[in-house]
DNA sequence: CTGAAAGCGCTTACAG
DNA sequence: CTGAAAGCGCTTACAG
């Protein structure tokens, strides 16, 4: 077991000085061609590699961007990070992961820990319970000092940051535009409860679509979730109750429940139901039926956000003060269409 | 924008030295009360906190583990990577995840990267490559300068370390006999190329079971995947080749498409064709019919993981230099039962 | 009780 | 061409 050898051990071996073998190994030109060669190669032969910590600490920086998510076993997320890793293993960046588990506590424990010179920058989409609580001083703290921020999915308006969002509202609003043209007359929504921002847009976007198509709102086919984890029977006595012919879900987990619901009440999907979610995750593809389902990019929300952010931390570097410009990037979003629902057209008529 | 507060600025500010300050406040019985408590308040004034990376050089330990696995948007390694991060969280450690996409390449490339003194432990999972390489130098020259290396799921025999596996063979076996035991008479199996340790080792327990009943083993019965992004037509024929009664399957995707199969080609599940998947993820649950599966604890198996790689990391501090004693983990499984199957029942008869 | 010094592993401006 | 020194931000054994 040997350890891994340092600039100090090779000095001593080779009987130079320390800056002689640094400088040998970064290929300066003021050391001869002799020495530099001959330090090389024992660099080579004992496996030589600088250490990282020694030069995060030399220069200030990291190479490491943090991510800090609600939660991993939620495939959107997973994809995320997939995106997220990849951009930043092109430019030179490990990623670290920290779930917050929907907890504003360990969100704020994890980002003050990180905060700490461990990693150069955030990308992050917020807890429920941050939202719920709209208590966001530990990302401006953050943000006051001198750490990039980029926030994904998640956001609020309440921080001044990098984003990158679908456009949540505008494409429930299509895709229960889509609905009301092609002829269905009583289109549920299940959704979150408000706090969750995402949720909150689309349900905006479901009332937009009844609104601008003069189709009454009707309070009893909203169905806001609190306890996803045992949603199931919430959503088997409203379908049941109300009997939509459509339903539009929030999320992929209740689109699937919502089918679920559908079969056991004696519904067939989609002869008799229409469902759409959102999310084209895993779930979607493989239910039968699949679903009809709004496609939400997150390899490419992961690899804008990372982009964004690695792009802030080289202009740093280059202008010491940059101007604060946010940007808030929206990923493009569209219908993917599955066998939950019956055929849609497009367009008005 | 204020970048942080260092012990040096802190010093000046207070006009003492800088060994004063630190030891105020890590609270030395050397300091006497009043300049502690002065050195404290203005610190908490100021928000100071240590920096990560120059406690990581002093203390030549960074308090971090790096995760290595080939995918992250398998529920079966997020369920993991879960299950790793809620022990470390509550062990002060922090969790770096590189993704080696299933390749030989990028899983080297990483661990080289991270062994560089960024991290203090690995905990990994082999990537398909390099179980069909069987080239393991990567990581074993990382096991010999002193890094501890816990292996799990997909692991070697050609390594020496910790490592958290479930009984494969075994429970593949279980599955099978218990299918036999029921009087299911062609029993297929769907399962991937033999250098995934993992699938030739479920392979090998599907065959020991039909041995073990003196079934005799129907090579036409075996379907190998080479590509997992386009089974479905390959399954499709095999199943409507072979007409199973009963179909066992490595994993869930192999699980859901089986079904999916079976649907398409006029048979019902179960009633005609039960199924059996493995792992016991998102599919299965989702899934109509949901999915009868092996499970597999992903959060244990990361919390074991996770558990045994600090360990031995806490270990290294005490006893310098303790004798290596590796062990191997092996989590429990358990069959679920659900819809993809008749009623299953236990023992022999 | 306080502080100067050495050291973790590296880089680089500066002398010689 | 080579090396001593300072410094990144911290801790701690040792003097005073």
């Known amino acids: 077991m040997k350890r891994k050898i340092t600039l100090k051990q090779i000095a001593k071996e080779l009987d130079v000085s320390i800056s002689t073998v640094s400088k040998s190994l970064r290929d300066s030109p003021e050391i001869s061609e002799d020495t530099r060669l001959k330090v090389q190669a024992f660099a080579k032969l004992y496996n030589y590699k600088p250490n990282n910590i020694a030069l995060s600490l030399k220069n200030r920086k990291t190479k490491t961007i943090a991510i800090i998510i609600p939660e991993i076993v939620h495939h959107f997320f997973a994809t995320v990070i997939s995106g997220i890793e990849q951009v930043a293993g092109e430019n030179g960046y490990n990623v670290i992961i920290c779930l917050s588990d929907e907890s504003f ?64 509202n505008r494409a429930a609003f299509d895709s229960v535009e889509r609905l009301i043209n092609n002829g269905f007359k009583k289109i549920a929504m299940i959704t979150t409860v408000d706090y969750v921002s995402v949720g909150k847009l689309r349900t905006e976007g479901y009332l937009r679509a009844l609104r601008a198509n003069d189709v009454a709102v009707d309070e009893n086919l909203i ?127």
């Open 105 to 168: 506590d360990k969100e704020v424990i994890n980002m003050e820990m990180l905060a700490n010179g461990s990693i150069d920058g955030f990308i992050m989409s917020l807890s429920k319970e941050t939202q719920s609580k709209g208590d966001f001083h530990h990302i401006i703290e953050v943000i006051n000092q001198g750490m990039p921020v980029v926030m994904f999915d998640r956001v609020t308006n309440d921080i001044l940051c990098d984003k990158v969002i679908i456009d949540d």
């Open 223 to 349: 169905l806001r979730i609190e306890d996803i984890d045992n949603c199931a029977e919430d959503i088997e006595r409203f379908i049941a109750a109300n009997k939509p012919d459509a339903v539009f879900a929030v999320n992929e987990l209740f689109a699937v429940t919502a089918i679920k619901a559908a079969k056991k009440a004696g519904f067939d999907v989609p002869s008799d139901i229409s469902v759409i979610g959102f999310t084209d995750g895993i779930i979607s593809k493989y239910s039968s039926p699949s679903i009809t389902t709004v496609s939400q990019d997150g390899i490419e929300m992961g690899g804008k956000a990372a982009k964004m952010l690695i792009q802030r931390l080289e202009m740093e570097d280059a202008e010491e003060e940059q101007e604060e410009h946010y940007r808030t990037e929206v990923i493009e979003t569209h219908l993917v269409e599955r066998e939950s629902t019956t055929s849609l057209k497009k367009g008005n008529f």
